[in-house]
């Protein structure tokens, strides 16, 4: 069950570093608040500076990754997810079994995905 937890608490935190793209300055917010929003905003210029498309922004989640990472860090999350989740590993309870089926198909279904996508925007940058 902890390993819920912990899948749970990844998926979380790459949520929330897509969190500065959604949050907009309020005319009532306090200057701390002002302040906080203005860096978070600033972070996330560089990864909001592309239009981040909603199965892209998914694909990043299920592989527990913060919007904008390279092909390395999408390989190597791609592995420690598989190698945590293969179903070869949960043969004994059926429960897991299923579980762990469909957690891989969407993990290798995210790794197709963000794989093409960032050889297709690489192959972009390098035509300009």
Sequence with gaps: MSGIFKRLSRL?????NNLGSRLRPDSDASDAD???QEAI???SEEVNSPT???????????????????????????REL????HPDKHQGS???????????????DAYQ???DFLKERAAGSNAE
């Design 34 to 36: 002002k302040e906080l």
């Design 52 to 78: 981040w498309p909603k199965e892209i922004r998914e694909a990043y989640a299920a592989l527990e990754l913060p919007l904008g990472s390279d092909e390395k860090a999408v390989k190597k999350a791609y």
């Design 82 to 85: 598989l190698g945590r989740y």
């Design 12 to 16: 979380a935190r790459a949520e929330f």
């Design 113 to 115: 995905r963000l794989l």
């Design 94 to 108: 059926p429960e897991k079994l299923e579980t762990a089926n469909e957690i891989t198909m969407r993990v290798r």
């Design 41 to 43: 905003q600033s972070a």
